[in-house]
Every structure is written in structure tokens, then in C-alpha cells.
């Protein structure tokens, strides 16, 4: 419909027909304010789009949604803003992947990988914990349930068990371990994370 068309160019957005489209068709073509191109939305299958935001004057994509009729049981209004929902990945500006997981209803759910910008998993955040990659090989868990931090090689053999602040700092009690997975000491750190108060040190015999 030619009026609809021109309504939809005034707002930034060129709109092609969605009836018999071909696979690879782009469908919607959002435009800046300058005339660089903002978002696209292809088809990829019958059901499925393929809805790409790119940064500012660039091509590249800053984040990437396969957004499927069949599994979210309604159509997707190619005129209007897309509702977060599916998965969704971002990017860095040097095309590597920033962060990848699902919305539901417009929030984060279920398993959220994050990366850094060199392309190296950073950490992982669920419902009920995050799970950390550090430089050294070591990695931790964080439980969001009861405040403590899990610490372990790079085999998986638990290191360190204990709570922490929101910045980091260990307090409260915390144990380590041997490579046996035995612990070795425990005991107390005060509010500015100092050892305080008498630490427990075993050896093989317990």
C-alpha cells in the first residue's frame, strides 16, 4: 500500500512487501538519521527472521536476533520495534561476540554467556549463579543464593570456598584446599577482607 510505504519512509524505515518473499529477502531496512542503515530484517526460513542492529556509520552488526513465529506463537510486526525475545547475540565493533543468550518477555533468562573483546569467554551468569574465566586458567562460581564464591583450577579441582562483598572482598569464613580436594586451612576475614582471629591449618592426616 503506497500510503503505508510512505508513512513508514518518513519514520526512518523502507518496508518491503513480506508476501512472496524468497529465502534471503530483506523485508525491512531501518535508516539513521544521516541515511546510514540501522537494522535490517531478512527471512531465513517461512517462519523465521533474521533481525541484524549495526553500529553507527558502520556495517557491522552490533547484535543479531533469529526470531522464529512457530516457537514464540505470534507473528513478528515487521513495522514496529522488535521486542526482545529468543536469543539474542551481541557485538564488538571488531565483529567478535560480546554476549549471547535469551530473553523472555523481554527480560534475560536461562544461561548468558559473556566475551571479551579478543574473543575469550569472560564468564557465564544464570538464574542462580556466575561462573568466572580468569587469566590464569582458574576459574569460580558465584552463588547469588548465599553469597559465596567457589575457586577452581584449571582441571576442576576445587581451590577456595567462601563468601564475598559486591566488590569482591572476602569475608566471613573461608576454606582451602589440597589438590586432593582436602581442606588444608580455614578461617576468618574481617570487613576490610584481613585474616583475623585464629586460622585452622591441617595436614594429610587431618
Same mark, same amino acid.
Given at each position: 500500500k503506497e500510503a503505508d510505504k510512505e508513512i513508514l519512509k518518513q519514520k526512518?524505515?523502507?518496508? =518491503?512487501?513480506?508476501y512472496d518473499v524468497s529465502l534471503g529477502d530483506t523485508l525491512v531496512i531501518r535508516y539513521d538519521s544521516d541515511g546510514s542503515i &540501522? &537494522? $535490517? !530484517?531478512?527471512?531465513? @526460513? %517461512?517462519?523465521?527472521y533474521c533481525i541484524q542492529d549495526f553500529y553507527k556509520n558502520t556495517n557491522q552488526v552490533m547484535r543479531e536476533l533469529f526470531y522464529?513465529?512457530?516457537?514464540?506463537?505470534?507473528?513478528? /510486526? !515487521?513495522?514496529?520495534e522488535v521486542k526482545k525475545?529468543?536469543?539474542?547475540? =551481541?557485538?564488538?565493533?571488531?565483529? @567478535?561476540?560480546?554476549?549471547?543468550? +535469551?530473553?523472555?518477555?523481554?527480560? *534475560?533468562?536461562?544461561?548468558?554467556?559473556?566475551?571479551?573483546? /579478543?574473543? #575469550?569467554?569472560?564468564?557465564?551468569?544464570? +538464574?542462580? +549463579?556466575?561462573? /568466572?574465566f580468569n587469566e590464569d586458567g582458574t576459574w569460580d562460581t558465584f552463588n547469588f543464593d548465599t553469597d *559465596? $564464591?567457589?575457586?577452581?583450577? %584449571? *582441571?576442576? #579441582? !576445587?581451590?577456595?570456598?567462601g563468601p564475598i562483598t559486591e566488590s569482591g572482598t572476602r569475608v566471613g $569464613?573461608?576454606?582451602?584446599?589440597n589438590i586432593m580436594g582436602e581442606i588444608k586451612e580455614q578461617g576468618r576475614?574481617?570487613?576490610?577482607?584481613?585474616?583475623?582471629?585464629?586460622w585452622e591449618f591441617f595436614d594429610e592426616n587431618g
Open positions: 526512518g524505515i523502507v518496508w =518491503f512487501s513480506s &540501522s &537494522s $535490517l !530484517i531478512t527471512v531465513i @526460513n %517461512p517462519n523465521t522464529d513465529e512457530a516457537e514464540h506463537n505470534e507473528e513478528i /510486526n !515487521i513495522t514496529d525475545e529468543g536469543i539474542w547475540t =551481541f557485538y564488538y565493533e571488531n565483529g @567478535n561476540i560480546n554476549k549471547r543468550g +535469551k530473553y523472555s518477555e523481554g527480560k *534475560k533468562k536461562g544461561v548468558w554467556k559473556y566475551y571479551k573483546e /579478543n574473543g #575469550q569467554l569472560d564468564h557465564i551468569i544464570n +538464574k542462580y +549463579k556466575r561462573k /568466572n *559465596k $564464591l567457589e575457586v577452581y583450577d %584449571p *582441571k576442576g #579441582q !576445587i581451590l577456595s570456598t $569464613l573461608w576454606k582451602y584446599y576475614y574481617n570487613e576490610e577482607g584481613k585474616k583475623y582471629k585464629e
